[in-house]
């Protein structure tokens, strides 16, 4: 494979991302990947080049640049995997608490800037994008998916975090505008996405154009599909990605490498 640090340039600064794709066969179909709240890090490149190696050009985009390079937070338990935050409390919850802040509206907009990067960079295909995303990053797949439903045909929000709200900018409000494959990954336990909204959401995708699919998973906990997480669930995580490169090799048309 064939990696690299790129700068791309936004409305509000110049923000960095990785990027990983095969060496031989290209052009490929793009896929963007979209952190949590973590931010970027070696576990989400380690994610990026598994989807590299079936076929795609992958791009984890570091969404949090308004406030510096490559910030990451983390806390380790004795195993030394990382904590999942709701197992965290009194300073390290405020830690995580007082991270940099982005809305719906600054990834949407970011998310512009990286399909037009898309469109000019070199390996990449023309045509249809992906998008994968954790926990906020599922809810920023939702927005960007219904804002730019031309470009992006392909999406996937892993335990995805108030995918609705009563907010104006809620990602619910553009499931209209869904196109092409959306598919969700949840997790049995999870506040951040309860089984009632997990529920609601399908009643409202029902009507909608895109081909909507979803997955509950029996016992998983929220971030219970990145594999350096305390409730890392290998079970659940497998069933997500048949699911997500079925999806793919439908909506991109990869070449086979």
């Known amino acids: 494979m064939r990696e690299r640090f790129v700068e791309i340039k936004t409305a509000e600064g110049v923000m960095e991302a990785l990027i990983t794709h095969p060496e031989e ?14 931010g970027v890090r070696e576990e989400l490149y380690d994610i990026a080049r598994r989807v590299d190696t079936v076929g795609y050009y992958c791009i984890v985009p570091d969404f949090y640049y308004r406030h510096g390079r490559r910030i990451h937070i983390e806390f380790r338990n004795e195993r030394n995997q990382t904590i999942s935050i709701d197992r ?36 990449v295909r023309p045509g249809g994008v992906g998008a994968i995303g954790f926990c906020m990053g599922g809810r920023y797949v939702m927005c960007a998916a219904g804002t730019y439903p031309d470009d992006i045909i392909a999406s996937a929000s892993l335990h995805g975090t108030t995918l609705i709200s009563d907010q104006d900018d809620s990602a619910h409000r553009l499931a209209a505008n869904l196109r092409g494959e959306f598919y969700c990954g949840f997790a049995e336990h999870d506040s951040h996405a309860p ?20 997955t509950v998973h029996p ?39």
């Open 195 to 214: 089984l009632p909204m997990v529920h609601e959401l399908e009643e409202l995708l029902k009507p909608c154009q895109v081909r909507y699919r979803f």
């Open 88 to 123: 965290l409390d009194g300073e390290k919850l405020r830690e995580i608490q007082a991270r940099p802040k982005l809305t719906n509206k600054m990834v949407i907009d970011d998310t512009g800037a990286i399909l037009d990067f898309l469109k000019a960079a070199e390996f």
């Open 219 to 257: 016992g998983a906990e929220h971030g219970y599909s990145l594999p350096d997480r305390d409730v890392h669930d290998k079970k659940a995580t497998a069933r997500d990605w048949e699911q997500i490169f079925a999806m793919l090799h439908r909506q991109l048309l990869p070449i086979r490498i």
């Open 25 to 38: 066969n290209g052009p490929f179909p793009a896929v963007i990947i979209y952190m949590d709240i973590w």
